[in-house]
C-alpha cells in the first residue's frame, strides 16, 4: 500500500506564493515520474508540472516562469514552488506518483487526496 500526503495549500492573495509538498510512503520500490495536477470547479483535471526521477521538468504553459517543481527522491517528496500566483490558479491540486512498490511491480499511478489553493483578488 502506497499514500500520497499533501501539504500547503491554502488562501493567499494574487500576487502571493505558497510551497506544497507531497509525501510518499508505505511499500516503495522506486517512484520514477511524480507531478502535480489541478482541478478548478467545473473544469477537467489538468497537469501542472511533473519531473522525473533524474530530474527532467515539463510545466503547463500557464505556469511556466512562475511555478517550479523539485523533488527530494532520499524522501519521496516532491514540492511545487508557486510565486506571482493568480486568481485562474484557484483549484484543488493533486499530487501524483508512478509508484514500482516491488522490483517486480511494473509502475503504479498514485495519487494524493488533494489540497485546495485559492487566490483572491
Known amino acids: 500500500q502506497v499514500q500520497l500526503v499533501e501539504s500547503g495549500g491554502g488562501l493567499v492573495q494574487a500576487g502571493g506564493s505558497l510551497r506544497l509538498s507531497c509525501a510518499a510512503s508505505?511499500?516503495?520500490?522506486?517512484?520514477?515520474?511524480m507531478g502535480w495536477y489541478r482541478q478548478a470547479p467545473g473544469k477537467q483535471r489538468e497537469l501542472v508540472a511533473d519531473?522525473?526521477?533524474?530530474?527532467?521538468?515539463n510545466y503547463a504553459d500557464s505556469v511556466k516562469g512562475r511555478f517550479t517543481i523539485s523533488r527530494d527522491n532520499t524522501k519521496n517528496t516532491v514540492y511545487l514552488q508557486m510565486n506571482g500566483l493568480k486568481p485562474e490558479d484557484t483549484a484543488v491540486y493533486y499530487c501524483?506518483?508512478?509508484?514500482?512498490?516491488?522490483?517486480?511491480?511494473?509502475?503504479?499511478?498514485?495519487w494524493g487526496q488533494g489540497t485546495q489553493v485559492t487566490v483572491s483578488s
Open positions: 508505505g511499500i516503495i520500490f522506486s517512484i520514477s515520474a
Open positions: 501524483n506518483a508512478d509508484v514500482r512498490p516491488r522490483s517486480y511491480n511494473g509502475a503504479i499511478p498514485y
Open positions: 519531473i522525473t526521477s533524474g530530474g527532467s521538468t
